[in-house]
């Protein structure tokens, strides 16, 4: 059992390039996020999905988009990377009776 | 809307004495209550929740945190730290209606021999 898989760990993009940032799951949740972290500010929610078909913004979601074409994958794409995009990036999916399960991250450098 | 303070960024303290990490939420419904844990360069682990019931919740590695509705806190607390408890915390709120978690900014507990 996998659980939350990230892929890549690491990422350096120059300022305009495009990617996508995937996040896969195993456990058949429903509800799955897209959060940044940036030193002082704690985690931040880019956007989340409460089912396949289903997105919904959360507090930062410009410049990135996502979609739910399955309940396994919902990928997060930078359209034009920036500077302030860079930070590290944690998917997650959720169990409501045991909470939260987080990906290892994604560290992402837009230079 | 929802809100976490964790009003202390840092909390520096010496191995085998009490630490107290503060936690206070806002929110205009009932709520569900999250620590979780990130050890350097890690993901973040979840250590402790309040769904409901006990107001009082405890984690494997001797953290406690007690849910208090009056005062919407919800802190943290260990009577004996380890150097290995080094890390940075984090408490989290969210709605049952909504599922949305919600991150404070974080604690960094610094523990010293």
């Known amino acids: 059992n996998a659980g939350v898989t990230q892929t890549p760990k690491f990422q350096v993009l120059k300022t305009g390039q495009s990617m996508t940032l995937q996040c896969a799951q195993d456990?058949?949740?429903?509800?799955m996020s897209w959060y940044r972290q940036d030193p002082g500010m704690g985690l931040r929610l880019i956007h989340y999905?409460?089912?396949?078909?289903?997105?919904d913004q959360g507090e930062v979601p410009n410049g990135y988009n996502v979609s739910r074409s399955t309940t396994e994958d919902f990928p997060l794409r930078l359209l034009s990377a920036a500077p302030s995009q860079t930070s590290v990036y944690f998917c997650?999916?959720?169990?409501?009776?045991?909470?939260?399960?987080f990906g290892s991250g994604t560290r992402l450098t837009v230079v | 809307a929802q809100s976490v303070t964790q009003l202390d960024s840092q909390v520096p303290v010496f191995e085998e004495a009490p630490v107290e990490l503060r936690c206070n939420y806002s929110?205009?419904?009932?709520?569900?209550l999250f620590w979780y844990v990130q050890y350097p360069n890690q993901g973040l682990q979840l250590l402790l929740k309040?769904?409901?019931?006990?107001?009082l919740v405890e984690s494997i590695n001797g953290f406690e945190a007690e849910f208090n509705k009056s005062q919407t806190s919800f802190h943290l607390r260990k009577p004996s730290v380890h150097i290995s408890d080094t890390a940075e915390y984090f408490c989290?709120?969210?709605?049952?209606?909504?599922?949305?978690?919600?991150f404070g900014t974080g604690t960094r507990l610094q523990v010293f021999p």
């Open positions: 989290a709120v969210s709605e049952p209606r909504t599922d949305k978690l919600i």
């Open positions: 999905s409460v089912g396949a078909g289903i997105t």
């Open positions: 309040y769904l409901s019931g006990s107001t």
């Open positions: 456990m058949n949740h429903e509800y």
């Open positions: 997650a999916s959720q169990d409501r009776a045991y909470g939260y399960t």
């Open positions: 929110s205009s419904v009932s709520v569900y």
